[in-house]
């Protein structure tokens, strides 16, 4: 059901790939809620991806960007003001992206030139959005801006590796840039923290199946989905959450403020039958 929520809001929305992504979901719902925007993602991505069929199916521009390319953002967001005719009034961050994840690398054996990119890509990359619109006074008063989180930022979640730190920076970054912005310009600067969601990005944390299955048992409500995040997200670009800035918003069913759910503990149980032995050294897990 739509409410007009965003009705005359003009936007930038990063990170739509496919259908299953968290961005591609948002920018569907803030078509139906009346938003214009550009879609941007990296030239391979638009080429790789489905995100053109997006754009015709919500009447919006693709343009291609690299987020860590300063100049690359300079260029989206001259472009983005001169299609939408004028400044715009909110941004998505749906980014993450770790080559040590790509390539199967303990938390514990970091290649350091790719958690350089992990961070770039998937945190310094939301300053550099930010500190670009500043620059360039893109964002209207009291406009809105999110990046997406994960609960790894303040809990130890094994196999989320360095996009834990990722995303701990990421949320450091949304509170001190909201800061200035709020003082400066009334703009609002969150992070959705999302429960584990089926995407591509999602794909690659490992253990994600079992990840997704203790979420939904630990949660009082349950997982929230891709479909509900973008929900979530319509409300924190509207009108009607103009004083919620520098916060990092749970949106995750209850997760976050569980200890043990019965759910989680009969599951559990069950499994304590094929215990495997860390102390015997046969098991493959034993620091895992
Ligand atoms: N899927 C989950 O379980 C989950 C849970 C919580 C938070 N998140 C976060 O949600 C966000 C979106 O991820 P998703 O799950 O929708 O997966 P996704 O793979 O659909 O989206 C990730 C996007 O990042 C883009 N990207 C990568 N490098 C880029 C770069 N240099 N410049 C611009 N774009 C780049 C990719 O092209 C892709 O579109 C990420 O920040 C992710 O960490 C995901």
């Known amino acids: ?10 936007g930038i929305i990063f990170g739509a790939l496919n259908p299953d992504s968290i961005a591609w979901k948002v920018a569907e719902r803030a078509y139906e809620e009346g938003a214009t925007f550009t879609l941007t993602n990296t030239s391979v991505a638009l080429r790789m991806g489905e995100t053109a069929q997006l754009a015709e199916k919500t009447n919006s521009t693709l343009i291609a960007a690299d987020a860590t390319n300063v100049a690359d953002l300079e260029n989206l967001v001259k472009q983005s003001m001169e299609i939408l005719g004028g400044k715009i009034d909110f941004v998505l961050h749906s980014i993450g992206m770790s080559p040590n994840v790509r390539k199967g690398r303990h938390y514990s054996d970091l290649d350091y030139n790719y958690l350089e990119k992990t961070l770039d890509i998937s945190a310094i990359s939301f300053h550099k959005v930010m500190q670009v619109c500043r620059k360039m006074d893109a964002i209207n008063e009291w406009g809105s801006v999110i990046a997406l989180s994960y609960v790894a930022a303040q809990r130890t979640f094994y196999g989320y590796n360095d996009m834990a730190d990722a995303k701990a920076l990421l949320e450091s970054i949304a509170r001190s840039f909201g800061y200035i912005y709020g003082r400066e310009r009334n703009v ?3 992070t959705v923290s999302q429960s584990p969601t089926q995407t591509t990005a999602g794909a690659g944390v490992k253990g994600m199946d079992r990840l997704m299955d203790f979420g939904e048992r630990m949660s009082p409500l349950g997982n929230a989905t891709g479909d509900e995040c973008a929900d979530y997200c319509i409300t924190l670009f509207s ?16 997760f976050s403020s569980m200890g043990m759910s019965m759910r989680a503990l009969e599951q559990y149980e069950k499994g304590l039958e094929c215990d495997c032995d860390t102390d015997n050294g046969s098991c493959d897990h034993k620091f895992d």
Request: charged share 30%; aromatic share 6%.
């Open 1 to 10: 059901m739509a409410y007009n929520l965003l009705k005359g809001k003009k």
């Open 188 to 190: 609002r600067v969150n």
């Open 239 to 254: 009108d009607l959450t103009r004083k919620v800035t520098m916060q990092n918003l749970f949106h995750d069913g209850g």
